[in-house]
């Protein structure tokens, strides 16, 4: 059965930064593309940031760019999401995803992941 968990979400100052950690079970996440997604209260969830099976592709969304990095720890079989100079806007509930096994292209599409962790919240004060 695969279960993946979120942690390292709270409440940060505007300008400072956070690590989210997504712990995989069930699959071994060298063979899965995977991603981080976010929710803020009101609005459709968005995506933010993917990495490929492989490790070595990254995608970002737009405002992810320069101040958010994804990135996975085979060892822990573990992926993290490395958050600087958060502003308010980024509040929101995070969520790690994985896709399907050994995918050509890393997925920035909802409907391409498979499997959903239940999500972290992230709120930054002004």
């Known amino acids: 059965q695969v279960q993946l968990e979120e942690s390292g979400g709270g409440l940060v100052q505007a300008g400072g930064s956070l690590r989210l950690s997504c712990a995989a079970s069930?699959?071994?996440?060298?063979?899965?593309?995977m991603g981080w997604f976010r929710q803020a209260p009101g609005k459709e969830r968005e995506f933010v940031a993917a990495?490929?099976?492989?490790?070595?592709?990254?995608e970002y969304a737009d405002f992810a760019k320069g101040r958010f990095a994804i990135y996975k720890d085979f060892a822990a079989s573990m992926m993290h999401l490395e958050m600087n100079n958060l502003n308010p806007e980024d509040t929101a509930v995070y969520f790690c995803?994985?896709?399907?096994?050994?995918?050509?292209?890393?997925?920035?599409?909802?409907?391409?992941?498979?499997?959903w962790g239940q999500g972290t919240q992230v709120t930054v004060s002004s």
């Open positions: 995803a994985a896709d399907s096994p050994f995918q050509q292209v890393v997925s920035s599409v909802i409907d391409e992941y498979d499997y």
């Open positions: 069930g699959l071994n996440i060298r063979a899965y593309g």
């Open positions: 990495i490929s099976w492989s490790g070595t592709t990254t």
